[in-house]
């Protein structure tokens, strides 16, 4: 009896490892939460519209407001220093077009009167960011004024908006699409032009082609301007009303209804109107385009670029990698040489990405990329189509520098098919390589998926590379589009990563770029979640299909 | 098939050894420095069920699958002698691997069906041939599965995973998948060591109705079964052929000491 309690109690020794291995676990876990937790909470607040104060306060305690005495503003920090000094609130103040600072800082102690007016009205402008202040009345062309007390006044600044917004989709189609598609015609005529007179002798059917081509040109160009003063008059319209609102601190400003993207008055709406106010910025963040050098508006290229380059990455890198570990694994016979390919193709996947975006650089845009301009588009020369950074080249690149990831899984893979299907196979009168395209690599393919899925979580977040192969602050185009021949690979293109590193760290006003840059890394970690998800769906229906039968 | 071995074949029937339908003459073989077979001799005739038995490790599976040369599928495998079916011996330059092994189809112990539907499971030597033709396939796929016993089973759900059976299904599913190939002789390596008794008391029946048309070799482990499918049995113990003769002489009036202790469970 004694002896089995003794022995009870020794049965712990060396337990303690067990303790070990789980605290590690668990800080791992911690780390992770609290960090996506930041990440959540910072970058969905952004979007969540926050109740508007106003402060009175002496002129000489915010130097930087000048000699104001009044401002509005959404407090986004009450911070206390040290024991001694009070408490500093930071407001975000808007109205950048006229104080020419985002933030302002104050002591609790300094501010004489703190209200929150409940006809305050914040104005997302096409331009200068917020606008916060009192409405005072709506001018039309004619001189009719709608007053602010008016009781139907908001509905009447809504439908003016709303036409004007329809009105700037118009605008926007207008000079995008069928402007666009006149400087692409015109820009054809002018290479065909080019082709035309270098020749050194021309014939009379050259030069027929050659008037052909000026009477091409002029019909063009004269649509152009009939094109262009349909949008300058449609412009004229987007200024037409006006509204004339108050700032907290006396200014009286004019603001044409086409500048303005969305208006609320945040001391009235209740949970319901803010939530619908948070649901129309996440859906503008996600499907619109970015505004004021980013610091605005949506992220939708970024994400379609990510998501195209990841999805190119994705194609190339598969088929190569399991190629590759086809010869490996399956003919290849173990030698000296076939394990320093082995290790060289371990050391690849440690190699700094950096270095695989200046090799990309070197070979793909300068060598491939100038040598297919050279051939087939040197009549655009010096204007580089190929020879520059596209999403082409930072695909591949990419794909080099994941194809490791998805050797070493594929070969995993191969290699744990069992022997009895590939003898059963060879059996039936298969070859080898026909046991390895129908038996092997069916029965392989959710190991390549998991390759596959690494490659995609390595492959979605760099940044590094991409900066030489192109990707851009700001894109014109997206890489897919209605413009023959619709997929542009040569195109530069944005990037989630690469729109946080430009938001945080190159743009003009940083600290009003913040809450973007937390909002875009919780969509980039989003992203690279959903891409993951969809490829373990696609790993687990092909693991059911291709279970092997247990014994 | 290939014609090259027909003509061959047919030139070389009335070779004084082609009376035996399968001949394996002085055959060793290798497993890089493991002898695994040490001077083997023995004749099989056409349409009979030959049994292999003897202890793990006696080299009978080896010798089984040399049959469709299987064992060339290991780098270290090396071999000497000769195995001849019909007269051509099958290591003879003008016999192709492939036809070779559409010539003696093959079942394994672990019923291993493809990751495939069933239907294209049993047509998977025609597939791999070329052929693509749906009738025919069609007409070899429910000829197979009938001459597998399977074919009432599984006739309503061709298209389900072959992962669907149960394990005794899956073997005759196995079964059917090389006789897909119309081969003249089919290798059995333990086809009921992983079945319950009325699965496998319905492939021995199969094996019965099989040997009609295909000559038949088998490995087993089970004194039994040898002595109710197989008409001869040869009784092999490391890497030696001990004894080769009718099953009935082999179970009842063994010749080697050997054999009768390993027939009567006193060794083994």
Same mark, same amino acid.
């Given at each position: 009896?004694?002896?089995?309690?003794?022995?009870?109690?020794?049965?712990?020794?060396?337990?303690?490892?067990?303790?070990?291995?789980?605290?590690?676990?668990?800080?791992?876990?911690?780390?992770?939460?609290?960090?996506?937790?930041?990440?959540?909470?910072?970058?969905?607040?952004?979007?969540?519209?926050?109740?508007?104060?106003?402060?009175?306060?002496?002129?000489?305690?915010?130097?930087?407001?000048?000699?104001?005495?009044?401002?509005?503003?959404?407090?986004?920090?009450?911070?206390?220093?040290?024991?001694?000094?009070?408490?500093?609130?930071?407001?975000?103040?808007?109205?950048?077009?006229?104080?020419? $600072?985002?933030?302002?800082?104050?002591?609790?102690? *300094?501010?004489?009167?703190?209200?929150?007016?409940?006809?305050?009205?914040?104005?997302?402008?096409?331009?200068?960011?917020?606008?916060? #202040?009192?409405?005072?009345?709506? *001018?039309?062309?004619?001189?009719?004024?709608?007053?602010?007390?008016?009781?139907?006044?908001?509905?009447?600044?809504?439908?003016?908006?709303?036409?004007?917004?329809?009105?700037?989709?118009?605008?926007?189609?207008?000079?995008?699409?069928?402007?666009?598609?006149?400087?692409?015609?015109?820009?054809?005529?002018?290479?065909?032009?080019?082709?035309?007179?270098?020749?050194?002798?021309?014939?009379?059917?050259?030069?027929?082609?050659?008037?052909?081509?000026?009477?091409?040109?002029?019909?063009?160009?004269?649509?152009?301007? &009939?094109?262009?003063?349909?949008?300058?008059?449609?412009?004229?319209?987007?200024?037409?009303?006006?509204?004339?609102?108050?700032?907290?601190?006396?200014?009286?400003?004019?603001?044409?209804?086409?500048?303005?993207?969305?208006?609320?008055?945040?001391?009235?709406?209740?949970?319901?109107?803010?939530?619908?106010?948070?649901?129309?910025?996440?859906?503008?963040?996600?499907?619109?385009?970015?505004?004021?050098?980013?610091?605005?508006?949506?992220?939708?290229?970024?994400?379609?670029?990510?998501?195209?380059?990841?999805?190119?990455?994705?194609?190339?890198?598969?088929?190569?990698?399991?190629?590759?570990?086809?010869?490996?694994?399956?003919?290849?016979?173990? #030698?000296?040489?076939?394990?320093?390919?082995?290790?060289?193709?371990?050391?690849?996947?440690?190699?700094?990405?950096?270095?695989?975006?200046?090799?990309?650089?070197?070979?793909?845009?300068?060598?491939?990329?100038?040598?297919?301009?050279?051939?087939?588009?040197?009549?655009?020369? /010096? &204007?580089?189509?190929?020879?520059?950074?596209?999403?082409?080249?930072?695909?591949?690149?990419?794909?080099?520098?994941?194809? /490791?990831?998805?050797?070493?899984?594929?070969?995993?893979?191969?290699? *744990?098919?069992?022997?009895?299907?590939?003898? *059963?196979?060879?059996?039936?009168?298969?070859?080898?390589?026909?046991?390895?395209?129908?038996?092997?690599?069916?029965?392989?393919?959710?190991?390549?998926?998991?390759?596959?899925?690494?490659?995609?979580?390595?492959?979605?977040?760099?940044?590094?590379?991409?900066?030489?192969?192109?990707?851009?602050?700001?894109? /014109?185009?997206?890489?897919?589009?209605?413009?023959?021949?619709?997929?542009?690979?040569?195109?530069?293109?944005?990037?989630?990563?690469?729109?946080?590193?430009?938001?945080?760290?190159?743009?003009?006003?940083?600290?009003?770029?913040?809450?973007?840059?937390?909002?875009?890394?919780?969509?980039?970690?989003?992203?690279?979640?959903?891409?993951?998800?969809?490829? $373990?769906?696609?790993?687990?229906?092909?693991?059911?299909?291709?279970?092997?039968?247990?014994? | 098939?290939?014609?090259?071995?027909?003509?061959?074949? @047919?030139?070389?029937?009335?070779?004084?050894?082609?009376?035996?339908?399968?001949?394996?003459?002085?055959?060793?073989?290798?497993?890089?420095?493991?002898?695994?077979?040490? %001077?083997?001799?023995?004749?099989?005739?056409? %349409?009979?069920?030959?049994?292999?038995?003897?202890?793990?490790?006696? %080299?009978?599976?080896?010798?089984?699958?040399?049959?469709?040369?299987?064992?060339?599928?290991?780098?270290?495998?090396?071999?000497?002698?000769?195995?001849?079916?019909?007269?051509?011996?099958?290591?003879?330059?003008?016999?192709?691997?492939?036809?070779?092994?559409?010539?003696?189809?093959?079942?394994?112990?672990?019923?291993?069906?493809?990751?495939?539907?069933?239907?294209?499971?049993?047509?998977?030597?025609?597939?791999?041939?070329? !052929?693509?033709?749906?009738?025919?396939?069609?007409?070899?796929? !429910?000829?197979?599965?009938?001459?597998?016993?399977?074919?009432?089973?599984?006739?309503?759900?061709?298209?389900?995973? =072959?992962?669907?059976?149960?394990?005794?299904?899956?073997?005759?599913?196995?079964?059917?998948?090389?006789? =897909?190939?119309?081969? !003249?002789?089919?290798?059995?390596?333990?086809?009921?060591?992983?079945?319950?008794?009325?699965?496998? @008391?319905?492939?021995?029946?199969?094996?019965?109705?099989?040997?009609?048309?295909?000559?038949?070799?088998?490995?087993?482990?089970?004194?039994?079964? @040898?002595?109710?499918?197989?008409?001869?049995? @040869?009784?092999?113990?490391?890497?030696?052929?001990? !004894?080769?003769?009718?099953?009935?002489?082999?179970?009842?009036?063994?010749?080697?000491?050997?054999?009768?202790?390993?027939?009567?469970?006193?060794? %083994?």
């Amino acid at each position: 009896m004694k002896a089995i309690r003794k022995n009870s109690q020794v049965s712990g020794k060396g337990e303690i490892g067990v303790w070990f291995s789980s605290l590690g676990l668990s800080l791992g876990l911690l780390m992770i939460v609290a960090l996506l937790g930041v990440i959540a909470y910072n970058g969905l607040s952004v979007f969540w519209p926050k109740r508007v104060v106003q402060v009175e306060f002496d002129p000489q305690s915010a130097p930087d407001l000048g000699s104001r005495s009044a401002v509005a503003g959404i407090i986004t920090s009450q911070k206390v220093k040290s024991q001694e000094s009070p408490e500093e609130w930071r407001l975000f103040v808007g109205n950048k077009d006229q104080y020419g $600072i985002s933030y302002s800082y104050f002591d609790r102690d *300094s501010l004489l009167k703190v209200t929150q007016p409940e006809d305050l009205l914040v104005l997302e402008r096409t331009a200068y960011g917020k606008a916060i #202040g009192y409405p005072e009345h709506i *001018s039309g062309p004619s001189g009719e004024l709608v007053s602010a007390e008016h009781p139907e006044f908001a509905e009447r600044l809504g439908s003016l908006v709303r036409e004007c917004q329809d009105r700037g989709k118009e605008i926007r189609k207008l000079e995008t699409r069928e402007i666009g598609a006149i400087h692409e015609a015109l820009e054809n005529l002018r290479l065909q032009q080019l082709r035309l007179e270098r020749q050194s002798e021309l014939s009379s059917k050259d030069r027929e082609a050659l008037e052909k081509i000026e009477k091409e040109r002029a019909r063009y160009e004269s649509l152009f301007t &009939t094109l262009a003063t349909q949008a300058r008059s449609l412009r004229d319209l987007q200024t037409s009303h006006k509204l004339q609102y108050r700032l907290a601190s006396g200014e009286e400003i004019d603001l044409p209804i086409g500048e303005i993207h969305r208006f609320f008055y945040p001391n009235q709406i209740g949970f319901w109107g803010r939530a619908a106010v948070f649901c129309n910025h996440i859906k503008e963040f996600l499907l619109s385009e970015p505004r004021e050098a980013n610091t605005e508006g949506g992220v939708f290229p970024a994400i379609f670029g990510t998501f195209v380059m990841t999805l190119f990455m994705c194609v190339i890198v598969t088929p190569f990698g399991v190629l590759a570990a086809i010869y490996l694994c399956e003919y290849a016979k173990d #030698g000296v040489f076939v394990r320093v390919v082995r290790i060289a193709i371990n050391n690849l996947a440690g190699v700094p990405s950096i270095v695989f975006g200046v090799f990309g650089l070197g070979f793909f845009v300068y060598l491939v990329g100038g040598t297919l301009d050279e051939l087939f588009f040197s009549l655009r020369l /010096p &204007t580089p189509t190929f020879g520059t950074g596209g999403i082409l080249w930072a695909s591949l690149t990419l794909a080099l520098m994941t194809v /490791p990831v998805v050797i070493v899984a594929a070969e995993e893979a191969l290699t *744990s098919v069992s022997p009895g299907l590939r003898e *059963s196979s060879m059996a039936c009168g298969a070859s080898k390589w026909q046991t390895i395209q129908r038996i092997v690599l069916p029965a392989s393919a959710p190991g390549v998926l998991t390759g596959m899925i690494l490659a995609m979580a390595r492959g979605a977040g760099e940044v590094a590379p991409l900066m030489l192969l192109g990707v851009v602050k700001i894109a /014109p185009s997206l890489p897919l589009d209605n413009q023959f021949p619709f997929l542009h690979l040569d195109r530069k293109f944005m990037h989630l990563g690469f729109h946080i590193y430009d938001l945080g760290f190159q743009s003009p006003d940083s600290e009003a770029a913040l809450p973007m840059v937390f909002a875009t890394t919780l969509l980039l970690i989003v992203l690279v979640v959903v891409l993951n998800l969809a490829a $373990i769906l696609i790993r687990n229906r092909l693991r059911r299909k291709y279970q092997i039968a247990g014994f | 098939m290939n014609p090259q071995w027909q003509n061959r074949a @047919a030139s070389r029937r009335r070779d004084p050894r082609g009376r035996d339908y399968i001949s394996v003459k002085d055959y060793c073989f290798w497993f890089g420095q493991a002898q695994v077979l040490k %001077g083997l001799n023995l004749d099989m005739q056409k %349409g009979s069920v030959t049994a292999f038995i003897g202890p793990s490790g006696c %080299g009978k599976s080896t010798l089984l699958r040399s049959f469709n040369r299987l064992n060339e599928l290991n780098p270290q495998a090396r071999h000497r002698g000769d195995i001849a079916i019909e007269g051509l011996s099958i290591y003879d330059p003008a016999v192709e691997v492939i036809s070779l092994r559409k010539r003696v189809g093959m079942v394994f112990q672990k019923s291993n069906p493809f990751p495939k539907s069933i239907y294209e499971n049993v047509v998977y030597s025609l597939r791999v041939a070329g !052929e693509n033709n749906k009738s025919i396939l069609d007409e070899v796929a !429910e000829n197979s599965l009938r001459s597998a016993a399977l074919w009432e089973e599984v006739k309503d759900r061709l298209g389900e995973s =072959a992962f669907s059976l149960s394990l005794g299904q899956m073997q005759r599913l196995c079964i059917a998948r090389a006789i =897909a190939n119309e081969p !003249e002789v089919i290798l059995m390596d333990e086809p009921c060591s992983a079945l319950d008794p009325i699965a496998t @008391a319905k492939i021995e029946e199969l094996i019965h109705e099989l040997k009609v048309k295909y000559t038949i070799i088998i490995v087993t482990h089970n004194m039994q079964q @040898a002595a109710r499918v197989s008409d001869s049995t @040869a009784f092999f113990y490391t890497g030696n052929l001990i !004894e080769y003769n009718k099953t009935q002489e082999i179970f009842l009036n063994p010749q080697n000491d050997k054999t009768e202790a390993y027939v009567s469970g006193r060794s %083994g």
